[in-house]
């Protein structure tokens, strides 16, 4: 046999005489961590990962960097005209009033009467015309960033 044959099986019969080995890995070896750490040694090195390093300003590249928030403006627990989202609505008629226009929206199963400035998920009613309503919506984007957008719903019929 050659000499390189021979180390390479010397090397593989120490390693499985280790691993048959009830106590484990003997404690100076580099792979294995030592027995004599505190179980809080990793937790702290996690935290001071979370937070930016002052000395050079520059943000921890193990932090995500997308928002952990939720979706700004009225928060929704149940139904009724702050629940509804304006994308998934449908404009159904106008009226005019002395106070202003009144629009009959339906989304779902049911209808609202908004005014104008009646918040709505995420938003509130920007302006309510003779055959539209538009809505002024707030959106966040993947990386966090608040941004707001108009909704202009117009009116759907039987066309009568």
């Not at 979370?50 to 995500?64: N, V, Y």
């Not at 779902?108 to 509130?124: A, M």
Request: hydrophobic fraction near 35%.
């Amino acid at each position: 046999m050659s000499a390189k044959r021979t180390l390479w099986m010397l090397i593989l019969a120490t390693g499985c005489a280790w691993a048959q080995q009830p106590g484990g890995p003997p404690s100076g070896t580099p792979t294995g961590a030592p027995e004599s750490a505190p179980a809080s040694a990793a937790p702290a090195r996690t935290e001071s990962r979370q937070q930016l390093d002052p000395s050079r300003g520059r943000r921890d590249p193990f932090q995500s960097i997308v928002s952990k928030g939720g979706k700004p403006g009225v928060l929704c627990a149940g139904t009724g005209k702050a629940c509804m989202a304006p994308a998934q609505s449908e404009l159904k008629g106008i009226a005019k009033t002395q106070e202003g226009y009144i629009a009959m929206v339906a989304s779902g199963q049911k209808t609202y009467f908004l005014r104008l400035n009646e918040p709505v998920l995420n938003g509130y009613v920007l302006k309510i015309t003779g055959d539209s309503i538009t809505f002024r919506e707030n959106v966040v984007d993947n990386v966090g960033r608040t941004s707001s957008r108009d909704v202009v719903k117009r009116i759907t019929g039987s066309g009568i």
